[in-house]
């Protein structure tokens, strides 16, 4: 059995820590939950999407986009499959900020534990 401990939530969805233990303070993996789908990621699979959230403000200029430079699908790889995210300006603004909430919790925990604050 495994249990979700919630990192962080916005309206676009929430991340959770996954363990196999509630009383365990190590991770099996981070689950994002956006809508109606769930994706297991790293610490690094996260960083890693906020930079493909970043570098895909720019837009896309190729010859088979109608609409240039605006933003419709970004495209993730995980260890298990390659993910194609249906978004807007709005949803890419919340994905950004819902990951950035996730890594500043996971990094805050981190600094508490290494204290021994908590």
Do not use: W
């Not at 676009?12 to 809508?35: A, K």
């Not at 570098?55 to 605006?70: L, M, Q, V």
């Amino acid at each position: 059995m495994h249990y979700l401990k919630s990192i962080y939530r916005n309206r676009i969805g929430g991340t959770y820590i996954v363990t196999s233990n509630p009383d365990e303070t190590c991770y099996e993996g981070i689950q994002l939950r956006l809508g109606e789908m769930s994706v297991l990621l790293t610490q690094k699979g996260l960083t890693d999407l906020l930079d493909v959230i970043n570098s895909s403000r720019e837009g896309c200029d190729c010859k088979d986009c109608n609409a240039k430079n605006h933003l419709r699908l970004i495209k993730c790889e995980t260890t298990y499959a390659t993910i194609h995210l249906k978004t807007t300006p709005q949803n890419i603004n919340a994905l950004e900020e819902l990951i950035q909430g996730t890594l500043f919790e996971l990094a805050m925990d981190d600094l508490l534990s290494i204290n021994e604050i908590r």
